[in-house]
């Protein structure tokens, strides 16, 4: 868990709140990065954009069913 070490680390006095929050930003940053280059590897990934969908989460969900059912992932 992000975060953890660094709101220990502000609790027992060895930060300041704003390196505490500095810090899990920054981590949070780098791990959604390395999630991102990992998902690109996968040739199965489908990407979808919630713009396209007006941020609307019930088509999102319509859309990926969709998928499932034409991959025969799902019935």
């Known amino acids: 868990g992000i975060g953890y070490k660094e709101m220990c680390d502000y609790i027992n006095g060895n930060c300041t709140r704003e390196e505490a929050i500095y ?12 999630q991102i280059t990992w998902f690109k590897r996968e040739e199965d990934v489908i990407w979808l954009n919630k713009q396209d969908y007006a941020y609307d989460e019930d088509k999102i969900l319509g859309t990926m069913l969709e998928i499932l059912r034409e991959k025969d992932i799902i019935k």
């Not at 810090?23 to 390395?34: N, V």
Request: charged letters at 50%; proline letters at 0%; zero cysteines.
């Open 23 to 34: 810090t899990i930003k920054r981590d949070t940053r780098h791990f959604a990065k390395r």
